[in-house]
Every structure is written in C-alpha cells, then in structure tokens.
C-alpha cells in the first residue's frame, strides 16, 4: 500500500507541477488543483498509514492519528477557496486580454491588440 | 486577563463580518464603523503591549485544550510589537482608503479588516499549521484588495501573485506534514523541545521540511530568486493597499524570526542554524537587486515598490548572522521602513492625482496643485527611506551597522549597505528633481482634490519617522529587550508547562 500511494502522489505532483510550467491559465489551474490533491494525500500520509483504525481516541485499542487528518480537512477548504478565485481570476484574465495566456499576451499577438494594450495600460 | 490576547483576532473578525451584511448601507456608516474598528484594534494591540512588556509569555488555549495539541496564541514582546506595528499602518491606511479610495466595491471595508485579522493571527499563533492558515486568511483578502479599483491592467500581475502564492502554500504543507511525520508535533514550543531529540534518517526529513519552510517564508517576504512578482503586483495596486501590502513581507521576515531562532535556533543539535548560511549572501543579493530596481523604475510607484525589496534585504543581513545585536537592530529598523514605505505609496498616489496623464510616471509635467505639501511629504520620506541623518531610517541602519562584529560578513554588510544606500538616494533624487523640479508651462487643468482625510493621514504616517527618532531610545530599549527574549528561548518552551485550564465555575470543579 505504501508503494502505491507513494507512487499515486509522485504521479500528482507531477503531473501538477508539469501543467502548472504550461503558461496558460487554464492548464495552470488544472495543474495547481493536481498539487493541491498531491500534498493533500501526503499530508494525509504522514499520521503514518493504517488500514481499519478509527482516528478517534479510545474506541479501540489502537487508533488512526486524527490529527494530519484535521489538517487535510483543513487544507481541502482552504484549497476550495483558493481555487475558486483562481477560476474566476483566469476568467477575468481572459475577458480583459482575450487570451488565456497567463502573461496576458503571446510573444506573437498581432500587432493591432498589442496598441490596444498598451493605451488601456495608460 | 490573558483573554485580551484574542482582542486583535475578534475585533477585525466582528467588524469585518458586520460590513458583509453592510454591502448596501450609506459608504459613510460603513467608514465609521470601520474605522471604528481599527481604532478598537489599535487600542487592544497598545493593551497587549502594556502586557508584554513585562518580559513574561501569556497564552491563550482556545477552548480550554492543552497545547501541544490545542491551538494556542502566545503573546511575547515581538508578536505585540509587530500587532502595535500593524494597526497604526492600518489605521492610516484604513483613512486614507475612506477618503475616496474605497469606492466601486462594496467589500472593500471588509476585506481590509480580514486582512487585517490574517495579519494579526499570524503575529499571535504559537502553532505551524495555525500560521498557516493565517497565512491564508490574510492572502485571500489580499488577493481581493489587489483586485480593487478595477482595471485590465491590473489581472496580470494579480494572476501571477495568487498562482505563486498558491504554490508556496502547497510548499508550505509539504514541509509542515514533513516536520510533522518526525517530530509527531506542530506546535512551535514543542517543536523547540522535540527537534534536537530527532535522529537517524529522520534528521534528513526534517532538515528538508525547514528548508521548505524557509523557502515559503522567503516567498513571501520577497528574498531575491522569489522577489520578481512583488514591483508589478503593488505599482499596479491602489495606494492604501500597497501601503498595506508593505506589512506583508514582514510577516514572512517575522515568520523566519519566530520559526527558525526557536526550533532550529543555537540548541538544535545537528540542525542547529537551519539555511542561515544561505539567508546571509541572499539577503545582500536581495539588496543589491533591489537598489538596480530603483535605479531603473520609470515610475514612483515602481520605486517604492523596489524600496520594499531594499528593505528585505537590509533586514534579513543581520538577522541571518544570528546576533541578538542583530537581531534588534533589525527589529528597529522594520518598524521604521514599513512605515516610511507605506507613506511613500500614499504620496505617491497623492502625486499622480495632481498631475493628470503624466500621473506618477518620473517624466516633466506640468505644474501641479499643493506642489510644497507634496514635495515636502515627498522629502521626508525619501530622506527616512534613503538613511540620511536626521530620520528614523538613518538610526535604524546605524544600528544594523554597528551590530556586525568585525570580519568577512562585517566588510560585506557594511560595503553593500552603504553602497546601495547611495545608490538609492540617487534613485530617490533623480525621481524627485524630474516630478517636482522640472516643470512644463502652465497647470494641469481639472486635478483631482486632496481631501483632509487622505492628506492628513499620508502627513501623519510620513512624520511616524520622525515619531521614531523621538521615541528613539524607548524603541531600542524595547527592541533589545525583545532580542534577548527571542535569543533566550526557555521562557516560551515553558509554556507547555504553563497549566492552561483553570476552572471557571468552582461547583463544576469540586465534582471533579
């Protein structure tokens, strides 16, 4: 078991850390809620892992350690929110350049939009 | 009496929740209040001042559960300095906003105020993943305050800002949940105790864990491979947020002070001095780049926001070198820059609302209205940020320099100080001469007016510097005392001894 779930967040954040180098905002969120998944498991993973153990204290002999798993609970809705302004940002990012580019513009826009850039940032 | 120690918490929490139901009310209740309740939290962060000044640590265990494993707020001299430090700067910031800055967003007000409450969790946790969250709660409000005032230019920098902060939160957690898989801990005094127990290949984990943890710390506090986001992210903010913005590397230079001279401090055992190796060259590095960034800002904005990066770096060259001389002279002078830094955004602002399309950009303009408030607004904040004599910012890098014993780092520190502290007052004279000095015929025809509450609270968190130089010796005093605390680390491992619980109904107790 702890080869695969060494391997399934290896796999994440990989993968997460690969679309996140992509410089567009859509493979930038897609890449980021794959880190956030990653690190979430591993977080998960370092109260040790256990099958069939309750994380609450004194109902079994021994049990799950609850706390890492107070902090992933924490952790998703953190990344919940987070993630939802970055959605909503990218959108914006999109209406206001018409391209999803995450620096706003490719290096080869044509020249015509690049002007209209450069007078609205005036 | 320790149940003041959750004041600064509630206050912003209680007014900010008040402005959410408050998004269609008249814009001056909503000032009122607001301000009204930066008012309380100044006072309640000037009360637990008067408290820690006593030397002695007070803990507040949120519901009554013991630390290490209920979350815990502790109160030293530091954590109150930086609250006080933090709610002056707001309190001015918050009037500057209510003069006209605040509109076209209903949240304004109470995105301000969470910000603030992030702000002061993180100054009070005695928690690791509780400085986390804090770390949250006041990025999500900042992200919504980058954001405010509109404008496309704006989504860019705000984008990249929101994606690396996100990164360095993911980082953040890999490290604690690695410091956390050893030690079986996150509490900060806790971790003190149990990180020179850790052995074998564990030390190998945890070493990596704080590596990670400075990284994230050094992210936001903008040391030099991780600074290039924050020049764009505030010239393109609206001022009282930039001037906000500039307590936030603070908190990661306050989060390396608490973190690291704590658990991986002189009594560490084998990771004893944790990565202050690197932070030494870096933070003259930081400098450094900071200094050639003013030197080529095309707009004031631009260079105030480089002065935060000069800023960075000035105060993390001592506290890396680990001396408790060091350690207070740093503490004086971030007193000093944040607020010096903070003034400069609002006189900035200040400047490119009087001078039409030419705005805050370093080109000749046209003459502009209140051109001697402006310019002397101007003066004093370049003379307190540049270091010349008669300012706060002066004393406080005197302070830095003489707190380097004699040596390599000491012929480093001194050259690359004084030296970037020459270039930045060429920087600064370069700017000034150009925007106040070199005038096109005629005025600029409708400017917009200065109103007293933006240019009585930008007079009065530009003249804090000079507040500074007269309270000079309290202000070291406390600093020094605050070093010495922060050095002797035995005090705050002693709260876990500290009996959180005492028992509030006495029928209830002698059931027990």
Redesign the interface.
Known sequence: MELLFALVIGALTASGVYLLLRARTFPVVMGLTLLSYGVNLFLFATGRLATGQQPVIGTAASYSDPLPQALVLTAIVIGFAMTAFLVVLALRNLADNENDHVDGQQENTPAASKQEQEVTSK | MTHWLIAPILIPLLGGILQVFMGYAPIGLRRTLAITTTVLMLASAVVLLVLASDDSYRIYAFGNWQPP?GIVLVLDRLAALMLVLTAILGLFCHIYASGGADEGNRQFHTLFLFQLMGLNIAFLTGDL?NLF?AF?VLL?AS?GLL?HGGG??R??P???Y??LN??G??LF??G???I??ATGT?NMADLAVKIPQVSGSNVNLVKAGGMMLLVVFGLKAAILPLCFWLPKAYAKATAPVAALFAVMTKVGIYAIIRVFPLIFGEGAGELANLGMDWLFPLALITLSMGVIGALGANNLKTLVAWQVIISVGTLLAPIALGSEAGLSAALFYLVSTTWTVAALFLVSELVASQRG?AADNIVPAPRMHHRTFLSVLFLIGAVAAGGLPPLSGFFGKLLILQSVEPGVEMAWLWSVLMVGSFFTLIAYSRAGSIVFWRNLDGHVESPAPLNNRVSISTGILTCMTMVIVVLAGPLSDYTRATAEQLHNNSGYINILQTPVHVPQNPIVGEKN
Request: proline share 0%.
């Open positions: 494993f993943f969250v949250e999500i992200y954001m496309t230019t989504t860019v705000g984008l990249h929101v994606v996100l990164v939160s993911a957690l890999i604690v949940g690695m956390y898989s996150l399309l």
